[in-house]
């Protein structure tokens, strides 16, 4: 089992900036790359962005590319997501989860994930 907890949620203007973390515990941390899901009222939960086991490939939703960046840290086993120009729209509840797989690059599929948090609230304002 790994356990999840994110904080770093908030309340910010258009234009702000907010970072999350994940602090993860149970299971070694660098085992399992690690991924970013958000999900809107009323909306499907999608995928946001994602990171190897080392840290060496990153993948990113075309909507947050070039404003988030995702980045982990294994000495504290936690992962970031670093975000820039938050936009109305990038408001939703943020997930991170794990992903106990073996490859090269980051995946984006939520089924391909095995652990959950229970999600921290993004607001962003206009």
């Known amino acids: 089992q790994v356990q999840l907890v994110e904080s770093g949620g908030g309340l910010v203007q258009a234009g702000g900036s907010l970072r999350l973390s994940c602090a993860a515990s149970?299971?070694?941390?660098?085992?399992?790359?690690m991924g970013w899901f958000r999900q809107a009222p009323g909306k499907e939960r999608e995928f946001v962005a994602a990171?190897?086991?080392?840290?060496?490939?990153?993948g990113y939703a075309d909507s947050v590319k070039g404003r988030f960046t995702i980045s982990r840290d294994n000495a504290k086993n936690t992962v970031y997501l670093q975000m820039n120009s938050l936009k109305p729209e990038d408001t939703a509840v943020y997930y991170c989860?794990?992903?106990?797989?073996?490859?090269?690059?980051?995946?984006?599929?939520?089924?391909?994930?095995?652990?959950w948090g229970q999600g921290t609230q993004v607001t962003v304002s206009s």
């Open positions: 149970g299971r070694t941390f660098s085992n399992y790359a």
């Open positions: 989860a794990a992903d106990g797989g073996l490859r090269s690059k980051p995946r984006i599929g939520i089924p391909f994930y095995d652990y």
């Open positions: 990171i190897t086991r080392r840290g060496d490939s990153t």
